[in-house]
């Protein structure tokens, strides 16, 4: 396999941008989906927990709902894919156990012998001081997948566009969240620019590089 150069990569990060105007006649490839929902599924997390679900919306008239709840932003309805990214509201015994199963399957090992993990994840997250702010460690692990799917989607020459600018508790109603175990967060739009986007010709807009990373 040939790996992609550094020149190339940065080229790619600098032709993302977040997208305002997406082509509504432009959809992804089920192959570009996939990998894209490889990116979440392979996403890193603190000890593995990975506290977080995925909704991607397709049904259209859930999308209007979620426009409106949206500040009106035309990204949610135009673009191909849209991604809301929700984390888990508590971290329980349950949950950590469930996991520590997965584990022992999959890599094919006895759960005596996870305990000391298990116990580990339980005084720290579930029964320590850290379970007060349970939902702001699970945000966390969801902004590194976010990372992961939007730089995944700017090497595939896919256009992105991550959207804070949503009422969290309306997406829950509209997705029919209120009652279970996960909340929204933020969500991501995928697909295609619409040429007419002026904001795809805009300079980039960053600080300093020798500002933001300094050297010891
Ligand atoms: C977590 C997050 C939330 C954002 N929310 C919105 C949003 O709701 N609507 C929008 O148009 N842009 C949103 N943006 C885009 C930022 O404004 C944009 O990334 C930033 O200005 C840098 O520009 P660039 O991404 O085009 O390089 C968001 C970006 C991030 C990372």
Same mark, same amino acid.
């Given at each position: 396999m040939t790996l992609p150069s550094e020149i190339n990569f940065t080229h790619q990060l600098n032709?993302?941008?977040?997208?305002?105007?997406?082509?509504?006649?432009?959809?992804?490839?089920?192959?570009?989906?996939?990998?894209?929902?490889e990116s979440l599924h392979l996403s890193p997390s603190s000890y593995g927990l990975q506290p977080w679900k995925f909704w991607v919306v397709q049904n259209t008239e859930l999308r209007r709902e979620l426009r409106m709840a949206s500040w009106n932003q035309g990204q949610v309805e135009d673009c191909s894919h849209f991604v809301v990214f929700t984390t888990l509201k508590t971290l329980?015994?349950?949950? !950590?156990?469930?996991?520590?199963?997965?584990?022992?399957? !999959?890599?094919? !090992?006895?759960?005596?012998t996870l305990e000391g993990y298990r116990q580990a994840i339980m005084g720290g997250l579930v029964n320590g001081d850290r379970s007060h702010t349970i939902q702001h460690w699970a945000q966390r692990q969801s902004y590194i997948a976010m990372g992961s799917l939007l730089t995944t989607a700017a090497y595939l020459q896919v256009d992105t566009c991550p959207l804070e600018g949503i009422s969290a508790p309306e997406y829950d109603r509209i997705?029919?969240?209120?009652?279970s175990d996960y909340t929204t967060i933020a969500a991501v739009a995928l697909g295609f620019r619409s040429a007419n986007d002026k904001y795809q010709h805009a300079p980039k807009v960053r600080f300093d590089i020798n500002d933001i990373i300094e050297y010891r």
């Open positions: 032709w993302r941008y977040a997208c305002k105007a997406f082509d509504p006649n432009q959809k992804l490839t089920p192959e570009q989906w996939a990998i894209l929902a329980s015994e349950d949950y !950590v156990n469930h996991y520590m199963q997965r584990i022992a399957d !999959v890599r094919n !090992v006895e759960l005596s997705l029919g969240l209120e009652t």
